[in-house]
């Protein structure tokens, strides 16, 4: 085990420049005692995310103190938020030591626990202690006057750092665009030595806060500290404001005026192309939402004829292939095999376990089977488990077929769908041919399945999972993705089936996967015929449908701007996914150092 003296080495930050060093003596005094706490924590299994959490409650259990008016309790009030401040000292001190990536590397890494925890424990934290002592004072004296000073103080701070963290993300941003690297010694050179950043560094910061508060309770004058930060944080806010207005405007002053529209905006340069209804070939189509993936420009349409929503304009078919074989799965940040593994053992299994149950009945020992678009070829590993039948894949994604190839032992076909079914030797060749959340990425959906008619044998069946419009399980600038070039209704899809000579002979409204509509069709089948078939059939239907989606998730959306309204929208996205983990995962995402 390390001294105390080496350990003061290998924990102090080294990766920051002079500028953004911390040396005030709120400072010092903390980080000579978190070193303490250090060492004995270092001996726990507890991860840098646990302690955080840790002084974090022990933080708001020290400010709720001050809701009871007595000098005793206020006392040991500061005792525990002092003790508080060197967990959070400790818990950057041992990730370091332990070689843990910090706030920056931990969005790279996908890391939501320390991305959320942080700012919870730096920003949230110490503007919401203003509340309970405003509160306090209120409920002693009767004088409203420090509650409200309270609220502006919290709500002053929280919008100085939501100015900080857009300019950031504002400079990291420009940066990129440029061409220039990012990161904290690029960000730290730039901070100017000015006298609104010495008085926030000796004065406002969260760790001197708290030395101002022991001269409030000492003299017995905590609403003169709450005047005094009110007034403080408000004015400091206001400067900042008007600071940054002035540098965005020189930053962008390199820039010719296009390319400031083009970095303002967001936009790539993309091949489009005007299109027809893929399915009824009619131009007669509605504007549903102008975003996908969030925020990108993105336009969907709904055709008025057959009620089918598809992108107009969109990208080539090249493109669309480009963008599957490399794109895609970039896109959501799963670039090697390692972040694959953990998806083929649990959720990706079980959903793909669900489909063969729906195939059951038409799965029989000798069959041919191929998947298009086969992902990581789990389904077709389930399937020949169940049955002793040839699998075959089509797959457009390198890392897809790595992952078949090298985890299932699967041969995987390394093409599009029209490259496989220009092979003769695959026609009329397969009993079952599957396209699991795949015709909604093709931007010809027809010609797609008249592909597949090909290479089906006689009496060779269809299977195919998709979305359903009609059951958005996000919002539309969600639900709507750049992936997909067609989004269908239950009436949409079998228009479709049945301009390509397929009928439908089992349909399943509530797929595994939420939100998804399943179906087994064949060439020249007899079609049931279901009501449920019939929805979506009308084009205001499927309006009205997307709108319910958009008024159902707006709620949710103004609830996490109004409690974060402090953070840039990319921030607050990610701490609403640290929700959804958290719900689904428990504390165990807490459990990494």
């Known amino acids: 085990m390390h001294s105390i003296k080496e350990l003061k080495i290998i924990c102090r930050k080294k990766d920051k420049p002079a500028a953004w060093q911390l040396d005030h003596w709120g400072e010092r005094i903390n980080r000579a005692c978190s070193v303490y706490l250090t060492w004995i924590l270092l001996n726990t299994p507890l991860s840098p995310n646990q302690i955080t959490m840790i002084g974090t409650i022990l933080t708001i259990g020290g400010f709720s103190l001050f809701l ?52 919870v424990s730096h920003d949230i934290q110490y503007a919401f202690m203003f509340l309970p002592i405003g509160l306090g004072v209120f409920l002693a004296s009767g004088n409203a006057w420090p509650l409200i000073a309270a609220f502006v103080a919290t709500s002053g701070k929280l919008l100085f750092r939501l100015a900080e963290c857009r300019f950031d993300a504002f400079k990291r941003s420009l940066a990129e665009a440029r061409g220039e690297s990012v990161g904290w010694v690029q960000q730290g050179a730039a901070q100017p030595a000015t006298l609104a950043y010495f008085l926030y560094m000796h004065i406002f910061i969260g760790s001197m806060t708290f030395y101002f508060l022991i001269i409030a309770v000492i003299l017995h004058r905590l609403d003169y500290f709450l005047y005094f930060y009110a007034g403080g944080f408000t004015a400091l806010w206001l400067y900042k404001m008007w600071r940054q207005r ?22 790539k340069a993309e091949q ?68 694959v593994l953990p998806k083929l053992k649990a959720r990706d299994r079980s959903i793909k376990e669900s489909i063969a149950n729906f195939l059951s009945d038409y799965l029989k020992d000798g069959q041919t089977v191929l998947d298009i678009g086969c992902g990581y070829g789990t389904l077709l590993d389930i399937l020949r488990n169940k049955k002793r039948i040839s699998v075959y894949g089509v797959e457009l994604g390198e890392l897809d077929i790595e992952v078949a190839e090298k985890y299932y032992g699967l041969k995987i076909f390394r093409g599009s769908l029209d490259a496989f079914a220009a092979d003769l030797n695959n026609h009329g060749k397969f009993d079952l041919v ?33 979305p359903n419009i009609l059951n958005m399980k996000n919002r539309p600038e969600v639900f709507f993705h750049i992936a997909h070039a067609t989004n269908f209704s239950p009436h949409s899809l079998k228009l479709l089936l049945h301009s390509a000579g397929f009928g439908i002979i089992k349909f399943n409204l509530e797929a595994a996967l939420p939100g998804g509509m399943e179906l087994v069709a064949g ?3 007899a079609a049931i015929d279901e009501l449920i078939l019939n929805l979506g059939r009308d084009y205001r239907e499927v309006i009205a449908h997307i709108e319910k989606a958009r008024k159902k998730f707006r709620f949710l959306r103004g609830a996490r701007t109004a409690v974060l309204f402090f953070l840039p929208e990319h921030m607050r996205i990610k701490a609403g996914r640290l929700v959804f983990l958290f719900l689904k995962n428990g504390w165990r995402m807490f459990g990494r150092s």
């Open 68 to 119: 009871i008016n007595n000098f005793t309790v206020h006392i040991i009030a500061l005792f525990v938020i002092f003790f508080s401040f060197l967990w959070d000292a400790s818990d950057g001190e041992i990730a370091r030591y332990r070689r843990a990536k910090g706030l920056l590397s931990a969005e790279k890494t996908g890391d939501l626990g320390a991305v959320y925890v942080e700012p």
């Open 246 to 267: 002035r540098k965005i405007g020189k930053l962008l002053s390199d820039y010719t005026g296009e390319e400031q529209q083009n970095f303002l905006s967001n936009s």
């Open 272 to 339: 489009l192309e005007y299109v027809v209804c893929p399915v009824c070939k009619r131009d007669d189509a509605l504007v549903v939402s102008r975003k996908a993936n969030l925020n990108k420009d993105w336009t969907n349409v709904i055709c008025k004829n057959c009620a089918l929503v598809y992108v107009n304009p969109r990208p080539t078919k090249i493109t669309y292939d480009e963008f599957h074989k490399y794109d895609f799965l970039a896109g959501k940040n799963v670039t090697k095999i390692e972040h």
């Open 434 to 466: 599957i396209m699991n959340h795949v015709l909604e990425h093709l931007p010809d959906p027809l010609e797609a399945l008249r592909q597949v008619k090909k290479i089906l044998s006689p009496e060779g069946l269809l299977y195919i999972g998709l």
């Open 523 to 525: 060439p020249g089948a």
